[in-house]
């Protein structure tokens, strides 16, 4: 299925999602191969990175389930600060700017700061009155994260049998098996071992999360607080 981005920025809340190497030597290389393992990740055709650093990759979409697709790919490879931004984006002289690219900004800094194995932090850009910025986004952080960990923990192996599956999908194991020269029950266990079913489970939530921030952020912006 193809998850659609926002190829030109338009008035409204977005999922801004901006990241750093975490290398000590960063290279154009590793954010250009970023982006084709994105394309083919996502099956979109996806916009070169929409920062004018060359070293940072950065990502606008509509939708919050391509945005969490990222980042956990982000997470798997371990090379990544990852900085998710809640709020409006739009293009200026060519140049991707808003509260939501300050958001990503803001979080994506953060991320590089807090020396932990998932390097990941969602800001929101405003966030209704009365409530704390940082709290509207602590609930879905501290869930991604923890998926975040779940992902950069497989091996290899458990990855070679986990992308050959199609979520939600019955059926699979067998082929899976054949595909790897395994028995059933070693992809069963891979699986199980892996948490896999659990993590797509859980990104559902995490999804729910990021639209009802996205809807926060939207009722504030409309209203003009």
Known sequence: MSHKTAMTCQDGTMFVVTM???????????????HQDLKQLLRDELPASRSSDPLVYRQ????ASPA????????????????IGVG????RDDELVGPGVRAADLAVSLAAKQGQLVSLRIEAAKPPRGVEQTQLGNHVQSVLQL???VVSRRSAAEWAVLDRLEPGVRGQQRRVAQELGMTV???SQAI???LYNTEHEVRSAVILLLEQAEAAVNIQSNSGM
């Open 20 to 34: 750093t190497q975490r290398s000590a030597e960063p290279s154009e290389q590793r954010v250009s191969d970023f």
């Open 185 to 187: 029950q070693a992809v």
């Open 60 to 63: 606008v979409f509509t939708a």
């Open 147 to 149: 998926l975040g960990h």
């Open 88 to 91: 409006s984006a739009t293009e």
């Open 192 to 194: 199980k071992r892996s």
């Open 68 to 83: 969490v697709e990222m980042a956990l790919y982000a997470m798997r490879l371990g090379t990544w600060n990852v900085g």
